[in-house]
């Protein structure tokens, strides 16, 4: 019997602060530091959250209390290249790489403020569904404006 030897995926690098379409900068706090003195690698997935779903609600593309269609996470990842710390802001660059009829695959970059290439930078999808079934519905079209234009 023989078993295959698993490959390694090509490893990512830091990405430059053109390849997002917009940024959202965000405060580091002092509770996010672990003992190792640099924030813990589960807030990067927070502000992943913080940064899209920020944008989604200023754009008016959703309602967190009263609208029908509700995001729901389904995948997420994150590759880091460089530590960041309190008491730094971050810049969280944003951007989207796929829109189906019901799922949006974002793309992050988190850059401590003022550096040109990403301290990590990741990707989570989210399936829109209705807030009450929790099935899966056609994206609104405010919600697919907004989308298309963080389409690189």
Do not use: K
Not at 136 to 149: C, D, I, S, T
């Amino acid at each position: 019997m023989t078993t295959a030897t698993p490959t390694a995926a090509p490893r990512r690098s830091p990405e430059p602060r053109s390849a997002f379409r917009t940024f959202r900068a965000i405060a580091t706090r002092w509770m996010d530091n672990d003992v190792y003195g640099h924030v813990n690698n589960v807030v990067y997935y927070s502000w992943f959250d913080t940064a899209v779903n920020a944008h989604l609600i200023e754009q008016g593309a959703l309602d967190i209390h009263g609208g029908q269609t509700i995001g729901l996470v389904i995948e997420t990842q994150c590759n880091y290249f460089a530590p960041l710390a309190f008491p730094q802001v971050v810049d969280a660059g944003i951007r989207v790489a796929h829109i189906g009829s019901s799922s949006v695959r974002y793309e992050l970059g988190l850059f401590a403020a003022g550096e040109p290439l990403s301290a990590a930078s990741g990707h989570f999808v989210h399936v829109y569904v209705d807030r009450a079934t929790r099935r899966p519905v056609p994206l609104p079209q405010r919600l697919r404006e907004v989308l298309q234009a963080l389409q690189p």
